[in-house]
């Protein structure tokens, strides 16, 4: 398989597992503080990415040169995670998958700015119609919420996670030094986990573990397994193989998958009018992956 297509494989993974998260985590965010759940999932995930890269490529001594690089990287998934679960606390997880798919556009721009990546006129129109269906869902397909700016304290509190994600995807290109994706993974983890049982500590000491009901558990361990450790590593390998636009393109996914995953756990679906805003994220997906078509294609005739 081309690396380009290992990239896109990577990143269709990622998206669905990435919806889960939503959904489980609108279930139980209300029920323990986000920077103790997100200690707790960066240790977790941090152990079975290090157990994974024990078994295969190893951990070179040069893996752990700058370590600053980590502490950056971590922090910046760190507080995308923490704030997400704190957007969720008041926001449909529809609402918030929608808030995540402004984050290729973002990331376009931070590409440009750390990278000099620049952006063909399809995927600005493509990016252009992603952000214009998330508005569409995140305003509840409400024509007046939207002329009046009338968006919700949740989104609100995730967009800024979503910056912060943003930055992280061109980053990690950037500072990467030949380390492998599970490897570089590794040490952004332990990094992000140190990070938040730094400042975390208070509400970790104030959570009652032993009383938390099952529910917490399972998507403790699912965002921590599914949702941290598998989609740390597929993002890291899929931004080594594709333009950092085109790897968070795959975020326009998440809110129809969030629907399965809604559908799947028995909650309430959302209206159905904000089917046009999750057709006009998956035209925007589409579109980016023609010009991804086009170039390679351009490619092969030269």
């Not at 995308?80 to 529809?94: H, R």
């Not at 990016?127 to 269906?133: K, T, Y």
């Not at 919700?152 to 290109?173: D, K, N, S």
Request: proline share 4%.
């Amino acid at each position: 398989m081309a690396p380009q297509a290992q990239g896109h494989l990577a990143m269709l993974l990622f998206s669905a597992l990435v919806a889960g998260s939503f959904s489980l985590g609108g279930m139980v965010a209300n029920e323990i503080a986000p920077l103790a759940l997100n200690a707790v999932r960066f240790v977790i995930a941090g152990v079975a990415v290090g157990t994974v890269a024990m078994m295969t490529t190893g951990i070179p001594r040069s893996a752990f040169a700058a370590p600053w690089r980590y502490l950056l990287l971590g922090g910046l998934f760190a507080i995308y995670f923490v704030l997400m679960f704190e957007g969720l606390k008041t926001s449909a997880p529809v609402s918030s998958a929608a808030v995540f798919t402004l984050v290729p556009a973002m990331a376009g721009v931070f590409a440009w700015f750390l990278l000099r990546q620049r952006t063909t006129l399809r995927m600005a129109v493509a990016l252009g119609i992603g952000a214009a269906g998330a508005l569409w869902v995140i305003f509840r397909a409400d024509m007046a919420a939207l002329l009046a700016f009338d968006i919700g304290r949740g989104e609100v509190i995730f967009f800024f996670g979503c910056i912060a994600h943003a930055v992280y995807t061109p980053l990690v290109r950037r500072l990467n030094r030949g380390e492998s994706a599970v490897v570089f993974s590794f040490g952004t983890l332990v990094a992000g986990a140190l990070l938040l049982a730094v400042v975390g500590m208070g509400d970790i000491r104030a959570t009652d573990w032993a009383s938390l009901r099952p529910m917490v558990w399972v998507t403790i361990l699912y965002v921590s397994l599914c949702a941290s450790a598998i989609t740390f590593v597929l993002v890291q390998f899929a931004t080594l193989r594709l333009p950092s636009a085109k790897v968070m393109a795959y975020t326009y996914l998440v809110p129809s998958w969030v629907i399965c995953w809604e559908a799947a756990l028995g909650n309430s679906l959302p209206p159905v009018m904000i089917a046009v805003g999750i057709g006009l994220t998956i035209l925007a997906l589409l579109l980016l992956l023609r010009d991804d078509d086009a170039v390679a294609l351009r490619a092969e005739a030269t």
